[in-house]
Structures are given as structure tokens and as C-alpha cells.
């Protein structure tokens, strides 16, 4: 059975502090692993990463992927307030022609004032 | 970004009634939608995916007779919960794929609270 672990699973922070979230994925299929930011409704994208070893960036945010060790880690730095929500780890793992998202249970990250 | 909207974004109803939720893509064609429950503090869970003009596959645990999903058009999608019951009460999302690129990203809509009392 396919499979995404997140951890941890919830983190509280200080404003500024620097924060690192996992990804650990089992799958049968891989083809690519997505970040994605969920505040009160539906996700929102993050990154995508396919390939081992090259990091993805967006202002403080950064992620990274390691195929061999099947684990992907995000990156806040100088966190804010704005930042707290519930990351999520998702792996594309097409079946049978579908292209089917496994989601991990996310991160619950709150950032103090 | 492509948009995908769904309506309502919130419903309440009584046990025992249907409930309808629609899932449009604004400004691209889904060939494919999927349908995703997501219970508190829960992960989202793929419920089902439907390709346009045919049935929708179910993942292993739902059951297609109490979630009906349509999937009409390429920018409708609609998921039925029938005979609705309070374990029912859930965050339900929807999203698009085109699949016009290698990557398929999946656009997801806004997400239907749905409560039955």
C-alpha cells in the first residue's frame, strides 16, 4: 500500500525562528512529490520535485528531494505569522492510468508573534 | 494558475437527504477531476477519480452507490452524497487535471463543508 509519513506533526515556532518539515514516502510508482500549504480550505501548491538533489525555491521557502532515501524536507527561514498552516506532503503514484495523489496527514505549523 | 470552482462551499442538511456538490474548471478542460474527503485534522483522502464521459473509479472503501460523481463535461463534475448520514459530515474537495502536460498538476476547488445533523 502506497504511503506518505509527515513529521512531525505539529511544530509551534517564534517569528524568525527556521523551520524544517519531512516527507518519507512508500510507493509503488513514483513520479514526482508536491508541497502544498492548506490554511482554512483546499491546498495550495507548493513545489513539485522530481529529481534527486536540486533544490526548489520560493523567497523563504525551499525543499529538496532525495530519491534514494525517499524523503523530501521543506524549508521555511525568518518564519511569520502567515505562515501557519497545515503542510502537506503529497506523491504522484499513477495507477492504471491515474494519476493519483497519496497525501501524507501534514504538518501543523503555528508561528508565535 | 487554472481556477476551479465548487458550490456550495458549505451545506447543512438532515440525515436521510441527498446532497449535491458541483466542481467546474473556469478556464481549462479537466479531462480528469477527483474527488477528495478530508475529516478534522485528517489528510485529504482520495475518494474517487472520474475521466470525462465515463465511470468514475472508486478507491477501495467507498462506496459508489452512496457517492455518485458525474463527470458530464470537461468542466463539470458532480459528487451526489446520497441518503446523507452524520459520519457523512466532512470537508469535501474536488480538483482538475487537463492532462495537457507530463506533469498533470491537479488544480483543487475551494472545498464544500458539507454537515448532516
Known amino acids: 500500500e502506497d504511503k506518505v509519513v509527515q513529521s512531525p506533526l505539529s511544530l509551534v515556532v517564534h517569528e524568525g525562528d527556521t523551520v524544517t518539515l519531512n516527507c518519507s514516502y512508500e510507493?509503488?510508482?513514483?513520479?514526482?512529490l508536491l508541497w502544498y500549504k492548506q490554511e482554512k480550505k483546499a491546498p495550495t501548491f507548493l513545489f513539485m520535485l522530481?529529481?534527486?538533489?536540486i533544490e526548489k525555491k520560493s523567497g523563504r521557502l525551499s525543499s529538496i528531494l532525495d530519491k534514494k532515501e525517499l524523503f523530501s524536507i521543506l524549508n521555511i527561514t525568518a518564519t511569520q505569522t502567515g505562515d501557519s498552516a497545515v503542510y502537506l506532503c503529497?506523491?504522484?503514484?499513477?495507477?492504471?492510468?491515474?494519476?493519483?495523489?497519496?497525501f501524507g496527514k501534514g504538518t501543523k505549523l503555528t508561528v508565535n508573534p | 494558475g487554472a481556477v476551479v470552482s465548487q458550490h456550495p462551499s458549505r451545506v447543512i442538511c438532515k440525515s436521510g437527504t441527498s446532497v449535491k456538490i458541483e466542481c467546474r474548471s473556469l478556464?481549462?478542460?479537466?479531462?480528469?477531476m477527483f474527488w477528495y474527503r478530508q475529516f478534522p485534522k485528517q489528510s485529504l483522502m482520495l475518494m474517487a477519480t472520474?475521466?470525462?464521459?465515463?465511470?468514475?473509479?472508486?478507491e477501495q472503501g467507498v462506496e459508489k452507490d452512496k457517492f455518485l460523481i458525474n463527470h458530464a463535461s470537461l468542466t463539470l463534475s458532480t459528487l451526489t452524497v446520497t441518503s446523507a448520514h452524520p459520519e457523512d459530515s466532512s470537508f469535501y474537495i474536488c480538483s482538475g487535471s487537463s492532462g495537457a502536460a507530463s506533469y498533470n498538476e491537479q488544480f483543487f476547488g475551494p472545498g464544500t463543508r458539507l454537515t448532516v445533523l
Open positions: 510507493v509503488t510508482n513514483f513520479r514526482s
Open positions: 478556464d481549462f478542460q479537466a479531462t480528469t
Open positions: 522530481t529529481s534527486s538533489g
Open positions: 472520474s475521466n470525462e464521459g465515463s465511470k468514475a473509479t472508486y
Open positions: 503529497a506523491v504522484e503514484a499513477p495507477q492504471g492510468g491515474s494519476e493519483k495523489l497519496v
